[in-house]
């Protein structure tokens, strides 16, 4: 947003961790960290990074906290033109948005999806990392067994490295797990990559 030519000198990590819990819902940790790799000055990649970030969880999904995220400051927003006449769609959209003001993060539901959205600003030649915590529900549980299933969608036209973990405790073990993505194992599921399709795992998990 305002930032120039600088998307190609901003490089993208993305940490997710997820731990079922007790309570029969999945605790995530997603932290996404930008290192901006331009030189101050330079009349292309040289400029401030500002990025709206949106982060689409599944239905059901509950912020919990965020850190680390940076809103600009409210004076270097223009104001609308008030002979204008607001898009129906978007106003539906964003009727239901919340803001939590601790943190600035909004939050709305968008096409069966629970988003959080916020900035990330980061400096040429300086690193920056926000952090977000959020619930969301497991499936139908069957007996002890327990569904779980995470698609990781990407961003069109980014190729994002992602660390992705499905942490179990002592008294959780692995039935099935499809081996298709990632490795499964008897703590859990790991993928580590580069994001540039969608990458899906699935499997059932029972709790002793």
């Known amino acids: 947003i305002g930032s120039g030519k600088t998307d190609n000198a901003v490089k993208e990590e993305i940490n ?11 605790l995530t940790t997603l932290k996404i960290r930008q290192t901006h790799t331009g030189i101050k000055g330079h009349s292309r ?29 409210t004076h270097l927003f223009e104001a609308p033109d008030n002979t204008l006449t607001p898009d129906p769609d978007v106003r539906k959209a964003e ?44 499936g139908k549980r069957e007996a002890a067994a327990i569904p779980y299933t995470l698609t990781l969608d990407h ?4 190729a994002t490295a992602i660390s992705s973990r499905l942490i179990l405790d002592e008294n959780t073990f692995v039935v099935f797990a499809d ?13 580590n990559g580069i994001l540039t399709r969608p990458v ?6 029972s709790r002793l």
Do not use: C, M
Request: proline letters at 7%; charged letters at 15%.
């Open 16 to 26: 997710h961790a997820a731990r079922i819990g007790k309570d029969g819902l999945i």
């Open 45 to 73: 990649n040289g400029e401030r990074h500002t990025a709206y970030l949106r982060i689409y969880t599944p239905p059901g999904a509950t912020f919990v906290s965020a850190s680390g995220f940076t809103p600009p400051s």
């Open 95 to 138: 009727g239901g948005r919340t803001l939590d003001t601790k943190s600035q993060t909004e939050i709305w539901q968008e096409q069966e999806k629970t988003v959080f959205g916020n900035y990330l600003i980061v400096d040429p030649g300086d690193a920056k990392e926000a952090t977000i915590t959020y619930t969301a529900p497991l």
């Open 155 to 158: 961003q069109a036209g980014t």
């Open 179 to 191: 081996p298709t993505a990632g490795t499964w194992s008897a703590s859990g599921w790991n993928f």
């Open 200 to 205: 899906t795992t699935s499997g059932i998990i």
